[in-house]
Structure formats: structure tokens, C-alpha cells
């Protein structure tokens, strides 16, 4: 499927359908940047909403100057980006599509409209992501949705590949990058939004797979483009912070998640995927925070394994028709699904 010529059409959804959630952390110079972007939209959303996770850098002090002022809602503490989306998606009852968007990606004016012209034109799906391409080098991609491969393993799909015609058309991705996502509302709530204990990182790609197994579909949309920074306030994708949260998540994701066939048919791939990680960080002086994020994972099975039951029980999805859009195999880069 090509990318629309024509100018999208949003006639039909009503522009209190869509809200957009920004969640900020300290990232104030950021922020006002995106909010700027965003409400230069061709096709503008009926709420924009601001999260503050008690950002001490002064974020939200010039947002009054703002040609269109956001909702804002500072909270008291940092809560973590998973459930500050949770609390604005349960504030926007009015709105049946939400639009995640970090403080650090900025939207093309069309951002908006070609996603919305995607849900018109490919109902079957039910939730979006965006082509983001670097914003320090835009030559290159920061991602076209989130790959995820049956050891339990995370990646940005083309991620650092070259941006110019890469691709170009729409296809199915096993789940989007929260950075610039857009969901129906409806079914964020079904399967309870994100899991507010991931704090961050790949809290969006479990959120992904439980709408998948119930029977919900993601198209990656190219026509929709932000230029993104990435874990600008986190010291970036190897910070203690991001292999922490990110390599303690993946474990939970894993367990929670992966139905009994393929849970142990690809255990042992997920075993040497934590084992090769442990040497990996261990051998970049990070051993402290891998092991303990290792660690941390095991100590928190119980709850998962209660959430695990609850999950697969609901589960609507045939097993090898969700096998088809992880990725496989020790050189698999993604998977390309044609929509």
C-alpha cells in the first residue's frame, strides 16, 4: 500500500475525537518546541494535554505564550512516563483516539492528518505508529515502529538507516514507538493501558503485545514524520538508567506476555538473550546495574505470573498468526508485514 497523493481527508472522525498527550520530565526546552510544532497541525486535535512528572527545570512556565494554551496537569511526583499516559487517557472520556508524543519529537506539520487518514482508510487496524527520523541527523531514521523477536528481545526498527527511501509504504510492525503512536481509546483501555510498574522503557512495546493477542492490529504509517532526539533527559539508550528499566522489562515482558506454545519453544533463546546481555553490560562496566536489573525482574515474577494468567485467559489471537509478526532468527533485522 503507497502513501496517499492527495491531501488526507479527516472529515468524518470530528475533531473531538482525537486527544494528544505529551508527558514531560525536565525536558523544558524541549517541550515548548513540540507544543509549538504541534499546534501548527493541518489538522488539529481537540485536546492537547501535558503531563508534568514534577519537572524541577521550570517546564511549563512559558507555555502560557503559546498561540493555543495546553491542559496541563502537574503532578507532585514523578510517577514515570507509563502511568502519567495512563492518568491523561482516563481524563479524555470525550476523545476516541489518543496521541502519545515525547517532549523531544517534533511533528511535519501533516503528522496529525496522514494518521488520521490512515485510521479512515485501514480500519482493521487499531493502533499507528509514525516514521521518525533523526533530529540531530536527519539523513537518518530513528525508527519505524518497534520490532519484537521471539527471545524476547527489543529493537527500533531501522533504526540509524539511511532515511531517504527507506521504507515508504504502510506495513504492519508488530507494535509502534509511544514517542509518536496514535491509539483508539477504546482498546488502550481493554487491555489497562500501559503497565504503570515499567516506570519507562518498553512499557509501549508490552502494551503492543497485549493488543495483539487480543486480535489488534498496528500499521506503520510513513506519511506521518517527527524528527525525534530520544532519551533526552535519561543520558541516553546505554545510561544506567535506560539498561535498568529496559533490560528488567523485557524479562516481565516476556513472561507476562508469550503464549504457552512459544513461551517454551523460544525459553532457551530467551535465557541466552539474558545471558549475553549480563556479559555485554558487564564487559561495558555496567555490571552493577545489569545484574541488579536482572535481578529485580526475578524478584517481580510473582506479580507478573498473576498477570499472566489474567492475559493469556483473554487472549483472542491465534499463536502462529502472532508468531508471524515477531522477528526470527540470529540475523532477522525486522519483519516486513505488507498491509
Known sequence: MDIPTERPSCRGLGKEGIAVVVVNWNDGGNLK?????????????????????????GSLKDLERLSVRPEVFALTENVGFAAANNLAVNLVKDCNWIALLNPDAFPEPNWLAMLVDATKRNPEFAF???????????????????????????KRRNHN?????TDMRYEEIFSPCAAAALYRRDVFLEVGGFDACYFCYSEDVDLGFR??????????VPGAVVRHIGSATTGGQHSDFAVYHGHRNLVWT?????????FWLYLPQHILMNVVSLIYFSLRR???????????????????LKERRRIQETRRVDVWELRRVMAKGLLTRHVRQRA
Open 211 to 220: 493488543l495483539r493477542l487480543n486480535g489488534y492490529r498496528c500499521l506503520y
Open 33 to 57: 518546541k513540540c507544543l509549538t510544532a504541534l499546534v501548527k497541525q493541518s489538522y488539529p486535535p481537540s485536546r492537547i494535554i501535558v503531563v508534568d512528572n514534577a519537572s524541577k527545570d
Open 254 to 262: 516476556y513472561f507476562k506476555n508469550m503464549p504457552r506454545p512459544l
Open 286 to 304: 555496567q555490571t552493577r546495574v545489569i545484574w541488579k536489573a536482572k535481578w529485580d525482574a526475578l524478584k517481580g515474577l510473582p506479580r507478573i
Open 128 to 154: 499507528f505508529g509514525s516514521r521518525m527520523l533523526s533530529a540531530t541527523q536527519p539523513t537518518l531514521l530513528d525508527g519505524t515502529g518497534d520490532v519484537y523477536h521471539v527471545s524476547g528481545l527489543v
Open 161 to 165: 538507516h539511511k532515511a531517504e527511501g
